[in-house]
């Protein structure tokens, strides 16, 4: 059965770093745009940052520009975002979503994903 799993996050003081990652299994990433987002309780999805093999194309929103990165892992057939510089503010649920063969760009927060993973919490504390 097709899955994303997605482990890391925690909790973290204000300034720190986490990395997240995305791992399929019974799939490839190859060519696939992966999606980060992140959600509170009551508030809609936020999308983070997204990259895709396609063009070689990553986006990030400008609340993380600069403070996140996401990277592949072909070998472990995974994703990672490595955030650094934590703010109190981006305590919240990350998830990652996959969708083959797609183009990363700013819109990739509207996107139809074929894939989620079960998400993990970030607290960022000040």
């Known amino acids: 059965q097709p899955q994303v799993v997605q482990s890391g996050g925690g909790l973290v003081q204000s300034g720190g770093s986490l990395t997240l990652s995305c791992t399929a299994q019974?799939?490839?990433?190859?060519?696939?745009?992966i999606g980060w987002f992140r959600q509170d309780p009551g508030s809609s999805r936020e999308g983070v940052a997204c990259i895709s093999d396609i063009e070689g194309s990553s986006y990030y929103v400008r609340s993380v520009e600069g403070r996140f990165t996401v990277s592949r892992d072909y070998a472990k057939n995974a994703v990672h975002l490595q955030m650094n510089n934590l703010k109190p503010e981006d305590t919240s649920l990350y998830v990652c979503a996959v969708e083959p063969q797609a183009l990363c760009s700013r819109n990739f927060m509207y996107l139809r994903y074929d894939y989620w993973s079960q998400g993990t919490q970030v607290t960022v504390a000040s």
């Open positions: 019974g799939f490839t990433l190859n060519e696939a745009l």
